[in-house]
């Protein structure tokens, strides 16, 4: 059974602040990670995908890959209460599947 | 004109109806998804087809019947379903599989 790990939350953070999110996996074949954001009531949205370790920015996020510890993570630089939303990590089964598996999400609060 | 739209929106059915949910997407994708999004539960797979084969079931009741006419259209058919079938029913696409995908806006519903 593959599975994605993520902390519920709620995760609360001060406006301006660095918003931390962490997802482990267990799949030692997964090749391509995906971190979307979803608003209460709405459907998820991508906000990153990473295929090799290390770092990956995008603007005020970065996403982090260790495959080793099989790891990976969210950055969300001055956080905004616009980024108030739930976080889903996902996780392919590698070799070839079709298949993404979803951790349950973290929920984020951002404080003004 | 968003990337992938859903209709309907909600639907409220009854277990002994037959009705069906319909996917298009825009976006010029080869693959498209259907998932399920219950309350606390990650986001399950159901379907996937690729260049309108499908390629996943994950086990998914009969009582669930997928149909891809074309690359740009899924539908979902729904018949005798039950009160643990009430859900958010997603549809998403991508360019092949696995590579990021984009979520419809998701039909809410509910079976009474």
């Known amino acids: 059974q593959k599975e994605v790990e993520q902390n519920s939350g709620p995760l609360s953070v001060p406006e301006g602040a660095i918003a931390s999110l962490n997802c482990t996996y267990s799949?030692?074949?997964?090749?391509?990670f995906f971190w979307y954001r979803q608003y209460s009531g709405k459907s998820p949205e991508l906000i990153m995908f990473i295929y090799s370790n290390g770092d990956k920015e995008d603007g005020r996020f970065t996403a982090q890959l260790n495959k080793a510890s099989q790891y990976v993570s969210l950055l969300i630089r001055d956080s905004q209460p616009s980024d108030s939303a739930t976080y889903l990590c996902?996780?392919?089964?590698?070799?070839?599947?079709?298949?993404?598996?979803f951790g349950k999400g973290t929920k984020l609060s951002v404080i003004p | 004109e968003t990337g992938v739209t859903q209709t309907p929106r909600h639907l409220v059915m009854g277990m002994t109806n037959k009705k069906s949910l319909k996917c298009e997407q825009h976006?010029?994708?080869?693959?498209m998804y259907w998932y399920k999004q219950s309350a606390k539960k990650p986001l399950e797979l159901m379907f996937v087809y690729n260049f309108k084969e499908q390629t996943e079931n994950n086990s998914v009741p009969s009582r669930f019947s997928p149909e891809c006419p074309n690359s740009s259209h899924l539908f979902l058919h729904l018949h005798t379903l039950q009160p643990e079938d009430s859900a958010l029913y997603l549809c998403a696409s991508s360019q092949e599989v696995v590579e990021p995908q984009h979520f419809g806006d998701g039909t809410r519903l509910s079976i009474l």
């Open positions: 976006l010029g994708h080869n693959a």
């Open positions: 996902a996780v392919d089964s590698g070799a070839g599947s079709y298949q993404l598996t």
């Open positions: 799949d030692r074949g997964s090749q391509s």
